[in-house]
């Protein structure tokens, strides 16, 4: 526990593994192929190119696709907040950021979006949709709104990995390391973000982020609390 206490954790993005990025009629074009078809980038930018080639290859830093470093830094490195987001989300107003975001944001169904460690022990989590109309924006979490799994939602051990299915999420979520258990652990009864973090011996940033990413999959929610078989002790 005290080497992850030293880490932070970094935000990768990469193609779906059935996904394929070839070259359009245009140099400035791109078609990407997969489960539900195709889907043509017009006015792809080298940015653009860049990025969407090497996330058919496995996760990328999108900071690493940026020519600028202060730019990537301040828009593309980590953070819970997506593009378009609240004020303080740390997005830039250069341009060609903004277009990869926005590319990226209308292909969210073809994106995996992976939630590491930068320790090189690998993921904590991963997001993959199963949906065509799936979408993921990621927001802070209230640390004070109870929230826990939905109902509908199966566990599924699979070798080196847990497996979060939802019929009404249009995500999977293949948990990784056991950190991202213990926090889904947590969520069995209607608990905090706040309480969360206090309970487990992770960086509170961390506790954090893998919620976020739970919420943005739909496999964590507001806390229903008059569907327990007891009353809330609080």
């Given at each position: 526990?005290a080497e992850t ?9 990469s193609?779906a593994e059935?996904v ?5 009629d245009?140099?400035?074009q791109?078609?990407l192929?997969?489960r539900?078809?195709e ?9 653009v190119?860049?990025a ?8 990328i ?25 609240p004020?303080?989300d ?5 341009s060609?950021v903004l277009v ?10 073809l994106?995996?979006r ?8 690998g ?5 993959t ?13 209230p ?6 799994l939905?109902?509908?939602i199966?566990?599924?051990l699979r070798?080196g990995?847990f497996i ?6 249009a ?12 926090v889904?652990g ?6 905090t ?22 919420a ?6 507001p806390a229903?609390?008059s569907?327990l ?6």
């Open positions: 526990m206490a030293e880490h932070r954790t970094v935000h990768l993005w193609l059935d394929t990025v070839e070259s359009g245009t140099e400035d791109l078609v192929t997969g539900w078809g889907e043509w980038v017009d006015g792809a930018d080298p940015v190119q860049a969407l080639r090497r996330m058919e290859l496995g996760p830093l999108l900071a690493n696709v940026v020519p600028d470093p202060d730019r990537a830094d301040a828009g593309l490195q980590a953070g819970p907040t997506e593009p378009h987001g004020p303080g740390g997005t830039t107003d250069g060609g990869l975001l926005s590319v990226l944001e209308r292909l969210s169904h994106v995996v992976t939630l590491g460690l930068d320790d090189l022990r993921p904590l989590l991963s997001v949709p199963v949906s065509r109309q799936a979408s993921f924006a990621l927001l802070r979490l640390g004070g709104r109870l929230i826990w939905p109902r509908d199966t566990l599924t070798p990995a979060l299915e939802s019929p009404s999420s995500h999977r979520v293949v948990l990784h390391r056991p950190e991202a258990v213990w889904v947590m969520l069995a009864w209607p608990a973000p706040d309480d969360i973090s206090a309970a487990l011996p992770l960086p509170p940033s961390v506790t954090e982020d893998i919620l976020d990413y739970l943005a999959a739909s496999m964590a929610a229903d609390t569907a078989p007891f009353p809330d002790p609080a």
